[in-house]
Structures are given as structure tokens and as C-alpha cells.
């Protein structure tokens, strides 16, 4: 998970423990996308009070790899969308805060660990691969929509991805990328990609993630 999503989750820790309730949904939903093992949903799950239950996914997630918290925020928006939109505010707020001086200091290669991560210039003109639109499908929430509207995929053509793939999310999302892709051509880059994400309160270390 990277930096910024833990610190995120550490400085809301008291938050979370008293308003969620993960037994129910998202526990499940982890460990349907494969965030958390069996074994770690027993863990959780085998905790005397809802609040101990709570610590005890916090404390397993910032382990589970650079899908996880997205994945989160994902099981968040199904009943708790209101404490996602909270995260999703600060994690707006402090990319805003940091991003100049990142711009200006660094430009880390896909894969650096710096806390802020921007997209190199050398990439900005890319235009993303299957795979690379694959990854990122995968790790978009419930903002993928707002992502899309804001590379200038229509309504109807969103309600037409949707249709399409009734029972898959990551389908959903990666027919509208690919829809998006063949529209814009060569305008269809990385860069154009990162400001609707910036847009949308989506952290831009995500592009580090789909370049790997």
C-alpha cells in the first residue's frame, strides 16, 4: 500500500473503529477480490466487539499489496459511501498540498516510493496498453465514473458499459477506458489520464500501480 493511503488510515483509525461495521460486507467483499486470505477473514471476524474487529482489518490492510486500498474504498462505497467521501477529501486535500513541490523536487520512475508520486514526463504522452487500462479498471472505485465523464465519455455510453457487463465492475470500467482509448486516438495519453483521476479525488500514485 502506498504511504499515503496508510498514513490516511492511521490518522483516521478512530473514525473508522467507531462507524463501520465490517463484518457484513466489507470483510467479505476483501476477500472476494482477493485482498484478504481466509485465514485473515477468521482473524478478523473472531474478534470479541465490532470495534476490535474494525482494528484488526486496519491493521492487515496497509500489508496486502498496492490494490488494497483501493479495494477498500471500493467495499466502503457500498454501505459506508459517506465515510469514503470523508477519505477521499483529506487524501484530495493533501495530494493538492503536496503536488507542487513534488512536481518541482522529483519525478520517480514507476515503482519509487516517494509519499507524493507524479507521472514522469517521459510517460506523459503514452498512450496506455490493454493491460495497463486492465490494471487500472481494477483498482477504480466507485469514482471510475467520474473519472470517465471527465476524459469525456458520454452518459449514454456509460450506461451502455454498464449494460454490457451487468455482473462485473472491472468489465464495466474497462470497456468505458478502451471506449475512451479508441475515441481520443493519439490524445488518449497518460497525462490526459492522470489530471481526470487528480479530478475525480483519485490519488495519482494509482499510475504507479498500473505501470509496473
Excluded at 486470505?37 to 466487539?49: L, P
Excluded at 498512450?127 to 487500472?136: A, C, V, Y
Aim: charged share 25%; proline share 4%.
Amino acid at each position: 500500500m502506498d504511504p499515503v493511503h496508510k498514513d490516511l488510515l492511521r490518522k483516521h483509525t478512530l473514525d473508522l473503529c467507531e462507524d463501520l461495521l465490517v463484518s457484513d460486507t466489507i470483510v467479505p467483499f476483501l476477500y472476494q477480490e482477493d485482498i484478504l486470505t481466509a485465514a485473515q477473514v477468521d482473524e478478523v471476524q473472531s474478534q470479541s466487539t465490532d470495534r476490535k474487529m474494525n482494528l484488526k482489518l486496519l491493521d492487515i490492510l496497509p500489508n496486502r499489496g498496492p490494490r488494497a486500498f483501493h479495494c477498500f474504498m471500493q467495499a466502503l462505497d457500498l454501505e459506508f459511501s459517506w465515510l469514503k467521501d470523508r477519505l477521499l477529501l483529506d487524501l484530495r486535500a493533501r495530494t493538492e498540498t503536496g503536488s507542487s513541490c513534488s512536481r518541482l523536487n522529483e519525478t520517480p520512475a514507476p515503482g519509487g516510493h516517494g509519499d507524493i508520486w507524479c507521472l514522469p514526463c517521459s510517460l506523459g504522452q503514452k498512450i496506455p496498453s490493454d493491460q495497463e487500462l486492465s490494471r487500472l479498471a481494477s483498482l477504480l472505485g466507485g469514482e471510475w465514473e467520474a473519472v470517465l465523464m471527465d476524459l469525456g465519455v458520454s452518459a449514454a455510453a456509460l450506461y451502455r458499459c454498464r449494460a454490457d457487463h451487468t455482473l462485473s465492475h472491472h468489465g464495466t470500467t474497462l470497456a468505458a477506458l478502451l471506449l475512451w482509448r479508441q475515441s481520443e486516438g493519439k490524445n488518449a495519453t497518460l497525462h490526459r489520464l492522470e489530471r481526470s483521476l487528480q479530478a475525480a479525488g483519485v490519488h495519482p500514485s494509482v499510475l504507479k500501480d498500473v505501470l509496473l
